[in-house]
């Protein structure tokens, strides 16, 4: 994505100039001058949008200036203390010759420097009067230096061009600007304009194919994202008209698609994001991913809301290493946010739970400028006959720039379904074509966002396109767009039923998860968590075998928005008796209950919590058992009450309260067995065989016999009266954990019990297996 700053971090049309300190060392400064002068140099080659004449002048005489001082440093000549206070004033104006020449020649945002002229004619007149007032006092001095006659010579004519230059605003450059606001006016009618016109006007700036009035395009919804965080009104509309129009050349005066440079720049920085880990974007205070990436004293970086509430509650320590903190200064991390940034773009990471302000301009309330709006309605009726009448090329380009519209904003997706642009899309969705195909589902995506598009795709019959294509589409990229568009249509009650009364609906959506990409996983789960509202897609999605992949995919995933995800669909099934039954049947209990231990994710234990809470409340206390074991978890549910989200802290709550309950009624349990134990439950044998045939039993089953020995004698004896009792099953409730098999024995109470107990014969059954002797 294009950025408004330029790779130092800079603002266009801001001139963070900095003058050097009183005490540089002039060899210091005057080794920073040249190289800034070479650096302003360096721009004579390159084109320049606008400020033609003034840029060329400049360099022009910024390159006698690095004669002198190349000479000043060449020679070892002393420098007197005014004169480098000269020196120093001349570095601050060359800085922001600099950065003009930056504005004047960046690709992306000529247009916006054009119609910025009156402006920065008037930053080039004053960075001009400063570099005059510095050379008049640099002549005086020439004096004291001994600089060779010649090198005086180009000084002093400089310092006398420099009082009578005259900063004015090209002629060229205002009959332009005329011929734009002339295209705005009509478009604010609703009058397509002149294409010779449009095309001569984007030459002029530069402007000869597709990709760069794309760059143009995406620099001006960045500057209007901004501008309506700072809600400046009137810089919104010039820059929305703009925007209209550039939009319209991009899709009526290119007819050739170039994305080659917007390739390179996404794959440039994926390649960069595939070398990190990003886990490493966490903040250390948080453990969620950082928005607004700031740097302190000891060199760590975190969140800025983090590190902030940390310092406001008197911490004076850094959070990671225990450092002493300097100073409670934030640096914000420029390079760190362009990663993040990126890193969110790719994977589709909303930034809207840590603060950050969404750039989607679908949620400002901003509204379009009358020429932007013209301009959309007129392109989006020649991109619907393109789309109807046009060639395969023709389509496909279409159905790209319907794209791209629909990405930007609420009013172009309802412009572009108002002129019936859904119907063509829906045909093109079985083009033998793979980039045909995956710009049409995708621009439908976009366009189902909205809630006629939705009812336009549903009335045309594009339910069943939509499966065809999640299920054979021709590139991963069109299956996974197919899958966002399922996940939209179910916001809507009759339509989730819909989908889901299909055969192949869910268990299409499955097959992605299995094999799809990373953002066709996440698609595809976020379909299926959308319709598991309607509770009769709960038992289609059990058929297709849903719950054993969850259980699968949440213990081989590494990366923590997957696992979020795929535990948001499992506890949306677990709240059901049928879903909990089918998680139970998995090993799912276990690897949840380790995460709740172990993931670093607070969003991750929160779902799991639920879940475990889930399962407790549908499984009963067999469930409950289990997890009351686990002691290690009471740590994790305290601290979501005190640090988690109020659902999350009503889920541990709740769960607490029945674990505590649990090991209240184990308690008196406990007590009634321990009763039972001591009457010591036997088994009556009727012969000696019997007995030494269990002694055989109890030695196969792990308990060695020490000696053989013949207890039926002492058994006889001690248990001369035995009485039957009731059935074993009375029993179940005193026992560590239930058995199935229960055959009838019988509880023998002994007269000489001392004796008996002495003697260390006993044969005791425990749950369902012969154990051994005692």
């Known amino acids: 994505m294009l950025q408004k700053s330029d790779p130092d971090g800079r603002w266009i049309l801001k001139f963070p100039a900095v003058r050097p300190c009183e005490d540089v060392s002039p060899a210091t400064l005057i080794a920073s001058l040249i190289n800034l002068s070479r650096s302003i140099i360096a721009y004579k080659a390159k084109f320049f949008s606008s400020q033609k004449r003034i840029c060329r002048e400049l360099i022009r005489q910024t390159e006698i200036l690095l004669i002198f001082f190349e000479e000043i440093r060449d020679c070892g000549l002393g420098i007197s203390k005014t004169l480098n206070l000269c020196l120093s004033e001349l570095h601050f104006a060359l800085q922001k010759v600099r950065f003009l020449l930056q504005d004047c020649t960046r690709d992306g945002c000529r247009f916006y420097t054009l119609m910025k002229s009156c402006f920065v004619a008037n930053e080039f007149s004053v960075v001009v009067r400063s570099v005059a007032m510095a050379l008049d006092i640099v002549t005086v001095q020439l004096g004291s230096l001994q600089v060779s006659q010649e090198v005086r010579e180009l000084v002093e004519l400089l310092a006398k061009q420099t009082q009578k230059v005259k900063i004015e605003t090209d002629p060229n450059e205002l009959s332009v600007m005329d011929t734009v606001r002339l295209i705005l006016d009509q478009f604010e009618h609703q009058f397509g304009p002149v294409r010779g016109t449009v095309k001569w006007a984007l030459g002029y700036l530069g402007i000869h194919t597709w990709g760069q009035c794309n760059m143009e395009v995406k620099f001006l919804e960045e500057e209007i994202s901004n501008a309506e965080e700072e809600e400046e009104d009137r810089e919104i509309c010039m820059l929305s008209s703009l925007l209209g129009f550039l939009c319209y050349c991009r899709g009526v005066v290119f007819d050739t698609l170039d994305k080659s440079q917007e390739n390179i720049n996404r794959t440039d920085a994926r390649e960069l994001l595939r070398c990190l880990n990003p886990e490493d974007f966490r903040c250390p205070i948080s453990l969620e991913f950082i928005s607004d990436p700031v740097t302190t004293s000891t060199g760590h970086t975190y969140d800025r809301l983090s590190i902030q509430k940390w310092l406001k509650a008197g911490h004076m320590l850094c959070p990671k290493t225990g450092e002493k903190l300097i100073s409670t200064e934030l640096v914000p991390n420029l390079a760190l946010k362009k990663l993040i940034q990126q890193f969110y773009y790719d994977n589709r990471i909303s930034t809207a739970k840590s603060g950050a302000k969404n750039k989607d301009s679908s949620r400002k309330t901003t509204f379009p400028s009358p020429a932007f709006k013209g301009a959309m309605k007129i392109l989006a009726q020649f991109l619907a006959g393109r789309l109807t009448y046009g060639t395969y090329e023709q389509q496909n380009k279409a159905a790209y720039e319907i794209r791209l519209l629909a990405k930007s904003n609420v009013f172009n997706r309802s412009v ?70 399922i996940f939209y249509l179910s916001s809507v009650d009759g339509y989730r039923r819909m989908i889901g009364s299909t055969r192949e609906g869910i268990s299409a959506l499955i097959e992605l998860i299995k094999d799809g990409t990373l953002c066709g ?153 321990s009763k039972l134990r001591k009457e010591r439950i036997v088994r009556s044998y009727e012969s000696e065989e019997d007995i030494e045939a269990a002694l055989r039993d109890a030695g196969a089953n792990g308990q060695p016999m020490e000696k053989p020995f013949r207890p039926h004698l002492l058994l006889q004896r001690s248990l001369a009266h035995a009485t039957a009792m009731q059935d074993c099953r009375a029993w179940n409730s005193s026992v560590d954990r239930p058995f199935s098999y229960f055959p009838i024995y019988r509880k023998l109470i002994c007269k000489d019990f001392t004796e008996f107990a002495g003697s260390k014969l006993w044969v005791l059954y425990n749950l369902s297996s012969f154990k051994g002797l005692k």
């Open 521 to 673: 996983k996440k698609n595809a789960l976020a379909a299926i968590f959308g319709l598991l509202v309607y509770n009769g897609n709960h038992e289609r999605a059990f058929e297709a075998g849903i719950v054993p992949l969850l259980v699968d995919l949440i213990a081989c995933t590494e990366r923590s928005d997957l696992l979020a995800d795929s535990l948001v669909v499992l506890d949306a099934l677990a709240e059901k008796i049928d879903g909990s039954i089918a998680i139970l049947q998995t090993p799912a209990l276990p690897l949840i209950m380790g995460l709740v231990k172990s993931s670093i994710s607070r969003v991750a234990k929160e779902y799991c919590v639920s879940i475990l809470l889930s399962l407790c409340c549908n499984g009963g206390a067999e469930v409950i058992g289990v997890l009351a074991k686990e002691s290690a978890i009471m740590p994790t549910l305290y601290s979501l009450i005190a640090d988690g989200t109020s659902h999350a802290c009503k889920k541990a709550l709740r769960l607490i309260n029945m674990l505590q309950k649990f090991h209240g009624s184990s308690s008196s349990s406990i007590a009634v067995a």
């Open 416 to 485: 572009i379904i108002d002129m019936g642009n859904v119907a063509p899309l829906l045909d093109l969705l079985t083009s033998r074509d793979a980039e045909t195909q995956e710009n049409a589902i995708a621009a439908l995506s976009k366009l189902s966002k909205h809630p006629k598009g939705q009812k336009d795709i549903m009335k045309q019959g594009g339910l069943m396109l939509l499966i065809s294509v999640l299920k054979g589409g021709l590139k991963m990229e069109s299956r996974q767009s197919a899958a966002a568009t």
